[in-house]
């Protein structure tokens, strides 16, 4: 079975600076697509970024990049000019027949 | 504007009472899926649907029932059968057309929180 992992529970970053969140899965399927998936206190679910694992390319938008390591099945978002309105619970999902979501970092950002 | 809905947005529930939890979509999407979420937990699949009058049970299906009479609606009903129903339910859909589910973004709702007295 597919399974995310996020190592870091809880993040800090200073308003401005650069943070980068870790991901990594495990899977034998070559065909798959990873998310970034930010919760805010009002617990809705919005998209981040999403990267499909036959692009090389890492995906971007905006302050947001990826850093896509398909051999060694990381997928870590790094979060650039970081905002307040950036904390938040950020959860890696990843996609084949279904999606399957880790626990979640949360971020703060301190202004 | 297009988007999914969930009512209510806060439930109560006595033990030993089924309640149903609304989803409904104007996305004109043909899959819809509901996931629960447990404090310091990611997503757990319950239920998914990619079709009218079809859909399938996902890893904690448990104690959980669902319809899907409508393409726009996937109402969840927790059941009594549920031994720890308190948690944040969320709904989402995609398209699926001809092409594989796998590879389109899921959507969200924006949620019910479900509480057991």
């Known amino acids: 079975a597919q399974t995310v992992t996020q190592s870091q529970p809880e993040m800090s970053v200073q308003e401005a600076e650069t943070v980068t969140l870790s991901c990594t899965y495990d899977t034998s399927e070559s065909d798959y697509y990873l998310f970034w998936y930010k919760q805010p206190p009002s617990r809705q679910m919005i998209l981040v970024i999403r990267q499909e694992a036959y692009k090389q390319q890492n995906a971007t938008e905006n302050r947001f990049s990826v850093n896509f390591q398909k051999a060694a099945k990381s997928f870590s978002l790094k979060i650039s000019d970081s905002q307040l309105g950036d904390a938040a619970m950020y959860f890696c999902?990843?996609?084949?027949?279904?999606?399957?979501f880790g626990a979640g970092t949360i971020l703060r950002v301190k202004s | 504007d297009g988007g999914i809905t969930q009512s209510p947005k806060y439930l109560f529930r006595k033990e030993g009472q089924n309640v149903t939890l609304s989803c409904e979509q104007n996305l004109n999407h043909d899959a819809m899926y509901w996931y629960r979420q447990d404090p310091g937990q990611g997503l757990r699949l319950i239920y998914y649907s990619q079709i009218v009058n079809d859909f399938q049970k996902g890893d904690i299906a448990e104690g959980y029932s669902v319809s899907r009479e409508k393409k726009e609606s996937f109402p969840l009903t927790v059941t009594s059968a549920q031994k720890n129903p308190t948690a944040f339910y969320l709904c989402a859909s995609t398209p699926t057309d001809s092409g594989y589910a796998g590879s389109y973004t899921q959507y969200f709702g924006p949620g019910t929180r479900l509480t057991v007295l």
């Open positions: 999902a990843y996609q084949s027949d279904k999606l399957v």
